[in-house]
């Protein structure tokens, strides 16, 4: 079974979690696209080197070449909650990708991750459009040597219980299968 044909009717939240390649951006721009509203990409990645910028490269042109309509493209690495503030009007769908580059950025800016994704998830239901998160499990590995690794699994960990809970819809997708969990 492809990600296009697994896909349902976006509405309200949905996150959608899985590991590195493990088809999430697919299947969560196809519920995009499936939705028939307008797409909005909501990009939290930064090209800091030839190896990501590849990787986001991979992505545009799968929307690129999508039978959908076209994309808008936001670009934020930090002020998400903000930009979703911005971008989701009604008539839109919007999906961010991703959570857990978010979370990298704003440890690097020194912010306050606990506010903001305290803030992002108050927020999420008072927006006019669906929105599809997509971010990378990551506690599911041994645990890291590091203390900044650590925190790094644990602030996303925790984003994404605070984030499952209030969502409508959860995925997990493993080998390009989704399993509904929510």
């Excluded at 999906?95 to 991750?113: R, S």
Aim: aromatic share 4%; net charge negative; glycine share 8%.
């Amino acid at each position: 079974m492809k990600l296009r044909d697994a896909c349902t009717v976006v509405s309200g939240i949905t996150l959608v979690l899985g590991g590195a390649r493990s088809g999430k951006s697919e299947f969560s721009e196809n519920l995009i696209i499936n939705s028939g509203l307008n797409p909005v990409y909501l990009a939290t990645a930064r090209a800091g080197d030839q190896e990501m910028r590849e990787r986001i490269d991979i992505h545009q042109q799968r929307r690129n070449n999508s039978a959908g309509p076209d994309w808008l493209t936001v670009e934020e690495p930090l002020a998400l909650g903000d930009a979703l503030k911005n971008c989701a009007f009604r008539g839109r769908a919007v999906l961010v990708d991703c959570l857990t580059l978010w979370i990298t950025n704003l440890m690097v800016a020194g912010a306050d991750i606990e506010r903001e994704v305290s803030n992002l998830v108050r927020n999420l239901h008072q927006l006019a459009a669906p929105v599809v998160i997509v971010s990378n499990e990551v506690g599911m590995g041994i645990v890291p040597e590091n203390k900044m690794a650590r925190e790094f699994i644990d602030l996303t960990g925790h984003a994404h219980q605070k984030i499952a809970e209030k969502a409508d819809h959860v995925y997990f997708i493993a080998a390009g299968l989704p399993l509904a969990l929510k």
